[in-house]
C-alpha cells in the first residue's frame, strides 16, 4: 500500500467513526495502475455488514458519466448524431426543436432542474410524456440548470439509436473494459449481498442492490441519469481510458478525439463550468482546492464521486453510501474536499508510488 492510500484510509476510518458516513471504498488511479482501499460498513440496518473489496456502489448520478455520456461520446464519433443535432429529429415527440444533444449534455437546455410530479408516472412511456409536456425555465444555451430530464433523454436517445441502454453499456464499456461487476439492476444478477445498502424509504424498506434514485426506479432501474452499479475497481478502469486517450490493455473504448472533447469548457460566462456530462474545473465544486487546471468531475447524490486530472494524469474514486440509513447527512461534501486535497498534495510529493 502506497503512503498516500494508506494516510487517506485513515482519514477515511476517522470520518467513518465521526458519522460522515458508514463505509467507503476508494481508488487512486494513475495511466497504467489503480490502488484501492476501504474501510467501515456497507451495512448498518437491519443488520452491521462490513466493506470489502468488491463492495458494489450505487454510483447514482455518476451513471451520466460511466455511462450515457461514453455512449453518447461514442455515437459523435461514430457519426452517427453531431452534437448539434436537434433532439426532436431522433425523438421525434419531442416539443422542442431548438434544444441540441449539446445542451442536454451540458444541462443548458432550459428544462427545470426538478418536477416532483415524476412521482405520478409509472413506465418509461409515461415518463417520456411527462418530460416532453414540461415548460422549458430559460432560454436553451443560455444557463447551466442541472437536470436528470436532460439525461433521461439521452438515454431514450440511445435506445433509439443503439438499442437497450443496460445491455448497449455492458457490451460496449463493461465488457471491453473488463469491469466485470457493473451493471444495472444487480438485484436481478445475484449481486445484492455485494451491494452497499442505501435509504430506508418508505414503500422500499432498506435499499439494497436495486435503484436508489426515484426517476430511475420508474424506468425499472435502467435510466440515462442513474441506476448504474459498480465497485472502485472498477471505476479505476474506467478512468483510465480517460488517462490513456480513450484505450486500455488493447481495447479501445472512446477515440481520443471524444476524449480530447472533454477538455473544453462548453458553457464559459456561464453560471457553471460544465464540459460534455461533466463538470469542468469548477472551482466551486466539492472537488477541492488542488484540482487542476484541466480536470472533469462528476458526484452521485448516494456518495459516489470520480475526479479525473488531465494535468497530473490521474484520478480519484471515491464511493460512499452517505444515504444509508437516511439522506440527511451532508457530511460528504467536506468529506470529498478532504479526500481530494489530501490525495492531490499527496500526488504532488510523490506518494502515490
Not at 418536477?115 to 417520456?128: G, L, P, V
Not at 460534455?276 to 459516489?304: A, E, M, R, V
Request: charged share 20%.
Amino acid at each position: 500500500m502506497s503512503t498516500a492510500l494508506n494516510n487517506l484510509t485513515n482519514t477515511l476510518s476517522s470520518a467513518i467513526s465521526a458519522g460522515a458516513v458508514p463505509g467507503a471504498a476508494l481508488a487512486l488511479v494513475t495511466p497504467g495502475h489503480i490502488e484501492t482501499g476501504y474501510a467501515g460498513m456497507r451495512q448498518l440496518i437491519p443488520e452491521v455488514k462490513p466493506v470489502e473489496a468488491d463492495t458494489i456502489y450505487d454510483m447514482a448520478s455518476c451513471t451520466k458519466v460511466v455511462s450515457t455520456t461514453t455512449l453518447i461520446l461514442q455515437m459523435l464519433g461514430d457519426g452517427i448524431i453531431q452534437l448539434n443535432t436537434p433532439v426532436s429529429s431522433i425523438l421525434t415527440d419531442f416539443p422542442h426543436p431548438e434544444i441540441t444533444i449539446q445542451h442536454l449534455l451540458t444541462h443548458t437546455s432550459g428544462l427545470p432542474s426538478d418536477d416532483k410530479n415524476y412521482r405520478t408516472c409509472h413506465n418509461k412511456q409515461e415518463m417520456r410524456q411527462f418530460i416532453n409536456h414540461l415548460d422549458l425555465v430559460y432560454k436553451p444555451g443560455t444557463e447551466v440548470m442541472y437536470s436528470d430530464f436532460g439525461f433521461i433523454l439521452l438515454g431514450f436517445i440511445i435506445e433509439d439509436k443503439l438499442g437497450p441502454l443496460d445491455q448497449v453499456a455492458e457490451k460496449r464499456i463493461f465488457q471491453p473494459l473488463a469491469m466485470k461487476d457493473t451493471c444495472y439492476c444487480p438485484d436481478q444478477h445475484g449481486l445484492t449481498d455485494r451491494c452497499a445498502a442505501t435509504e430506508q424509504k418508505e414503500g422500499r424498506g432498506v435499499i439494497v442492490g436495486s435503484c436508489h434514485d426515484g426517476k430511475g426506479w420508474i424506468l425499472n432501474g435502467v435510466s440515462g441519469n442513474a441506476g448504474l452499479f459498480s465497485t472502485a475497481n472498477d471505476i479505476g478502469r474506467f478512468a483510465c481510458i480517460m488517462l490513456n486517450e480513450g484505450e486500455l490493455d488493447g481495447h479501445r473504448v472512446l477515440k481520443k478525439e471524444s476524449v480530447d472533447l472533454l477538455k473544453h469548457c462548453y458553457t464559459e460566462g456561464l453560471n457553471l463550468r460544465r464540459t460534455l456530462g461533466w463538470f469542468s474545473n469548477d472551482p466551486n465544486q466539492t472537488d477541492g482546492s488542488h484540482i487542476s487546471s484541466c480536470c472533469i468531475y462528476h458526484t452521485g447524490f448516494t456518495g459516489t464521486s470520480i475526479y479525473i486530472d488531465f494535468v497530473r494524469s490521474c484520478a480519484i474514486v471515491l464511493l460512499t453510501n452517505r444515504v444509508h440509513p437516511s439522506r440527511n447527512n451532508n457530511a460528504i461534501m467536506d468529506l470529498r474536499r478532504t479526500i481530494h486535497d489530501e490525495a492531490l498534495i499527496a500526488f504532488d510529493q510523490g506518494q502515490w508510488q
